[in-house]
């Protein structure tokens, strides 16, 4: 069964690649290419179902007196897991923009990942879950070389540039172990800035205010800093969309500007990396990167405490129990 889920592994990372590489030569739509992840994942669902095909979800104290201990999801675990790894390449590729970045917050992971596999590796005791822990130490090591040299070479300032293949090929590592590994929910645990990201970018994502191309931040080439990047409205938005822009600026979560008439005409653009200079003004490309990458670090950290100290206060026990 290792070696199934070995070679649906390489598979599936073969297919994004593929993505990646089509990506990058043929420049796709986003709405063309954001579903493709999920067909990529076949195989490493198809081996989830012969291998464990577990579809029940543990339910949390609390509710237990109404759901029972354990709620079946059925199919609708599969499509939970097909969203994993479509959310995984595409949060990695949209947290982009800067040198160094895409390979940084992925190393990260990473680490936090061989982290976590190291506390099940490390009890006293012969843990269930020892050879998927296994198995997701197999896949992570040799990215983890990977992605060291690559970033060697791709850091402020770059010498080499991923690309999508890169972001969507690690995107793909992190879903393929939290799947095959058994851990998704874990996994989400180490992505709360790229899930953030996207709840934030969500607005220019589905169109509800102009969505250029590329969204990364301005370089100002005379004072050498990068800036908030901003997008122009050709014409004002509609009210309930103005209002909406106008007390988002008021709590300094985006910046717009207005004409004489006080419609607005320009607005930032909604990622994370403009939110961060919108907070704290302009910033050296290496120093925000080291930013977000803190940020990464620190969230990454409070969710795995969250995950293995927090838990026994809604489940019966931790997964590092027996």
């Given amino acids: 069964m290792q070696l199934a889920s070995y070679l649906s592994a390489i598979l599936s990372l073969q297919s994004v690649c593929i ?38 979800i543990v339910i949390p ?14 199919p609708l675990y599969y499509f939970y897991m097909a969203a994993i790894a479509i959310f995984c390449p595409n949060s990695i590729n949209i947290l982009a923009g800067i040198n ?16 976590n596999d190291c506390l099940y590796l490390s009890t006293p005791y012969l843990h269930p879950a020892t050879d998927s822990h296994l198995f997701s130490l197999y896949m992570l090591l040799p990215f983890l070389g990977v992605s060291l040299a690559l970033w060697w070479h791709n850091w402020y300032p770059a010498r080499v540039f991923v690309g999508d293949t890169y972001c969507y090929f690690a995107g793909m590592v992190f879903a393929v172990v939290g799947i095959l590994g058994h851990f998704s929910k874990t996994l989400l645990l180490l992505f709360i800035p790229q899930i953030f990201n996207f709840i934030y970018s969500s607005p220019q994502l589905f169109r509800l205010i102009p ?12 004072t050498g800093l990068l800036e908030v990047s901003i997008t122009p409205w050709p014409s004002p938005p509609k009210p309930p969309i103005s209002m909406f822009l106008k007390l988002l600026h008021r709590l300094h979560v985006v910046r717009v500007t207005t004409n004489d008439k006080d419609e607005i005409i320009e607005s930032s653009n909604f990622t994370i990396l403009n939110l961060w200079l919108v907070w704290f003004g302009p910033r050296r490309e290496d120093r925000l990167a080291l930013d977000i990458l803190g940020v990464q670090v620190l969230c990454g950290l409070a969710g795995l405490f969250v995950r293995h100290r927090l838990a026994l206060w809604v489940f019966d026990k931790d997964n590092l129990s027996v």
């Fill in 19 to 56: 993505l990646g590489i089509g990506d990058d030569l043929f420049d796709i739509r986003w709405r063309h290419k954001f579903f493709i992840p999920g067909i990529a994942s076949i195989p490493i669902l198809t081996v989830y179902f012969v291998d464990f095909g577990v579809t029940s």
């Fill in 211 to 222: 969505c250029p191309r590329h969204r990364m931040p301005k370089f100002n080439a005379r």
């Fill in 100 to 115: 160094g970045i895409e390979v940084s917050q992925s190393i990260v992971i990473a680490l936090l990942l061989i982290l």
């Fill in 61 to 74: 104290k609390p509710l237990q007196p109404y759901f029972g201990t354990l709620f079946n999801l059925g």
